[in-house]
């Protein structure tokens, strides 16, 4: 059995400046920014890179028809080495131009053609949540059935991830907090997977840590102190990035995805909306295993008995971003039943992840609280 691995070479540095000179970024490279990013700290060196900007595929999370239309403009370039530098979107559509072959992203997504990396991919993250920099994982909608999937492969690790905490100075506060919030999600499904073990366990744990710590800061100081943990919340994201490219993620996750597939909730607010209620369901399927070793470091960590980690935490997490009704995404009462299906039928590979493994009843029970 496998326990562990880390295939991406993980760098930090202190500015923009100092990664592109250290890596003699510019002709024959491919980069894919935000545009934002890019402007305020890349633009201003005059790098002769091909440079694509994400938002002119689309604004959000990725879709198949994206991918399809950065894979034909890439496929005109002779770019050997691809720069993602962005959030969970950008890295994440990205990782599919590594891959050889003139596949559309469907197919690649279905695993209907096969998977071989032929170029390089370095990924600068600029948000402190999505840790896809160290992922195996790239995630898409794939419009044809309007929720989202995951490609979880080794050809498509970034070769290196490049950490400059100053890029994500700019980041306003909302993006900040729900991908952070992503970030501990990331830390707290793979720790309890059944695939975790003391390798991952070690990061998952640590992430965890650092994110609470950052959390209870800036509860005290303000959102605006975030700016002195910009290396903390990076790093903690980072992290829980090779906790979850190891262990994986599990329901939270899977039940998020239609949420965000259909009324385009952002990823890590879609998370959150489900965190706590399936910690509690766990706790009642199986309060005796690697789910009482999560209370216990939970409880040391907000400091309250076992019994109570989820309630601390939830008073935690809803000062950093609100939690709503489901109804007030938009959500209908007839899709607890759809979406519960449809997570039970696309999202195998995470539910095989998860703590219990639920069934679509348990999943529409969950939504039913929640809506
Ligand atoms: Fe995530």
Same mark, same amino acid.
């Given at each position: *059995?496998?326990?562990?691995?880390?295939? #991406? #070479?993980?760098?930090?540095?202190?500015?923009?400046?100092?990664?592109?000179?250290?890596?003699?970024?510019?002709?024959?490279?491919? &980069?894919?920014?935000? %545009?934002?990013?890019?402007?305020?700290?890349?633009?201003?060196?005059?790098?002769?890179?091909?440079?694509?900007?994400?938002?002119?595929?689309?604004?959000?999370?990725?879709?198949?028809?994206? &991918?399809?239309?950065?894979?034909?403009?890439?496929?005109?370039?002779?770019?050997?080495?691809?720069?993602?530098?962005?959030?969970?979107?950008?890295?994440?559509?990205?990782?599919?131009?590594?891959?050889?072959?003139?596949?559309?992203?469907?197919?690649?997504? %279905?695993? +209907?053609? $096969?998977?071989?990396?032929?170029?390089?991919?370095?990924?600068? $993250?600029?948000?402190?949540?999505?840790?896809?920099?160290?992922?195996?994982?790239? &995630?898409?909608?794939? #419009?044809?059935?309007?929720? %989202?999937? =995951?490609?979880?492969?080794?050809?498509? !690790?970034?070769?290196?991830?490049?950490?400059?905490?100053?890029?994500?100075?700019?980041?306003?506060?909302?993006?900040?907090?729900?991908?952070?919030?992503?970030?501990?999600?990331?830390?707290?499904?793979?720790?309890?997977? $059944?695939?975790?073990?003391?390798?991952? /366990?070690?990061?998952?744990?640590?992430? *965890?840590?650092?994110?609470?710590?950052?959390?209870?800061? &800036?509860? /005290?100081?303000?959102?605006?102190?975030?700016?002195?943990?910009?290396? /903390?919340?990076? @790093?903690?994201?980072?992290?829980?990035?090779?906790?979850? =490219?190891?262990?994986? @993620? =599990?329901?939270?996750?899977?039940?998020?995805?239609?949420?965000?597939?259909?009324?385009?909730?952002?990823? =890590?607010?879609?998370?959150?909306?489900?965190? #706590?209620?399936?910690?509690?369901?766990?706790?009642? *399927?199986? $309060?005796?295993?690697?789910?009482?070793?999560?209370?216990?470091?939970?409880?040391?960590?907000?400091?309250?008995?076992? @019994?109570?980690?989820?309630?601390?935490?939830?008073?935690?997490?809803?000062?950093?971003?609100?939690?709503?009704?489901?109804?007030? !995404?938009?959500?209908? /009462?007839?899709?607890?039943?759809?979406?519960? +299906?449809?997570?039970? +039928?696309?999202?195998?590979?995470?539910?095989?992840?998860?703590?219990?493994?639920? @069934?679509?009843?348990?999943?529409?029970?969950?939504?039913?609280?929640?809506?």
């Amino acid at each position: *059995m496998k326990l562990f691995q880390q295939k #991406t #070479t993980v760098h930090k540095f202190k500015s923009a400046g100092e990664f592109t000179e250290q890596y003699g970024i510019g002709k024959g490279d491919f &980069i894919l920014a935000s %545009k934002s990013i890019y402007e305020a700290y890349f633009a201003p060196q005059k790098l002769e890179a091909h440079v694509e900007y994400k938002n002119k595929y689309g604004a959000g999370e990725p879709t198949d028809v994206m &991918i399809d239309a950065l894979l034909a403009d890439f496929r005109r370039t002779e770019c050997r080495r691809i720069i993602a530098i962005g959030g969970g979107a950008v890295i994440d559509m990205a990782k599919i131009l590594v891959l050889a072959g003139d596949y559309s992203t469907e197919q690649i997504f %279905k695993r +209907e053609v $096969p998977l071989a990396k032929e170029r390089t991919l370095i990924a600068v $993250p600029t948000t402190c949540g999505a840790g896809s920099e160290v992922s195996n994982v790239s &995630i898409t909608e794939l #419009t044809s059935i309007h929720s %989202k999937l =995951g490609l979880a492969s080794d050809e498509i !690790y970034a070769d290196e991830a490049v950490l400059i905490p100053e890029l994500l100075s700019k980041l306003p506060y909302d993006f900040f907090a729900t991908s952070a919030i992503d970030a501990f999600i990331h830390a707290i499904e793979s720790y309890v997977s $059944p695939r975790s073990n003391l390798y991952t /366990e070690m990061f998952s744990m640590e992430a *965890m840590q650092m994110i609470i710590q950052g959390f209870k800061k &800036i509860i /005290e100081k303000g959102a605006d102190y975030r700016m002195e943990l910009l290396d /903390e919340f990076l @790093t903690a994201s980072n992290l829980a990035g090779i906790a979850f =490219g190891n262990a994986g @993620t =599990g329901a939270v996750h899977a039940m998020s995805y239609p949420l965000s597939g259909v009324y385009h909730v952002t990823h =890590g607010e879609a998370n959150y909306q489900f965190l #706590t209620a399936v910690f509690a369901s766990y706790q009642r *399927m199986n $309060p005796d295993g690697k789910l009482k070793k999560l209370n216990q470091f939970l409880g040391g960590l907000l400091d309250c008995p076992e @019994t109570e980690v989820y309630k601390q935490l939830e008073g935690i997490l809803d000062k950093i971003i609100s939690r709503k009704k489901l109804r007030e !995404y938009g959500m209908k /009462e007839d899709e607890i039943q759809s979406f519960a +299906e449809s997570v039970e +039928e696309s999202q195998q590979r995470l539910l095989d992840q998860s703590y219990v493994k639920m @069934t679509a009843a348990q999943m529409a029970e969950i939504y039913r609280q929640l809506y």
